[in-house]
Nanobody
């Protein structure tokens, strides 16, 4: 099982980045894929999550209106398009996979997915936004 993130980098405030998370070793649409981030000295934060089988998504308030999560089942890949980036978005971004089931999807719709158990994690990609 492997999750590989890419697309991080250094960008100026107001700029955009698109992160990719490509999965292998498991049945992709049996799982929901979440993006998390962790800045130095801060707790890990759930950013956005998608259940690619049915298209259900949810994003943290900090991401709404700026970040868009999408998935491509044919490529086993989930994307996080990040626009209008701010210095406070600077963090290591991780993608993770959680086995989807009706309870998970229900909690995803309610925005209560960030504390749920995610089975597989990527190594992370650094995003740095300069002011």
């Amino acid at each position: 099982v492997q999750l590989v993130e890419s697309g991080g980098g250094l960008v100026q405030a107001g700029g955009s980045l698109r992160l990719s998370c490509t999965a292998s070793g498991f049945t992709f649409d049996d799982y929901a894929i979440g993006w998390f981030r962790q800045a130095p000295g801060k707790e890990r934060e759930g950013v956005s999550c998608i259940s690619t089988r049915d298209g259900t998504t949810n994003s943290a308030d900090s991401a709404k209106g700026r970040f868009t999560i999408s998935g491509d089942n044919a490529k086993n890949t989930v994307y996080l398009q990040m626009n209008s980036l701010k210095p406070e978005d600077t963090a290591v971004y991780y993608c993770a996979a959680a086995r989807r089931n009706p309870v998970f999807v229900h909690l995803l719709r309610l925005g209560r997915w960030g504390a749920l158990k995610f089975d597989f994690w990527g190594q992370g990609t650094q995003v740095t936004v300069s002011s």
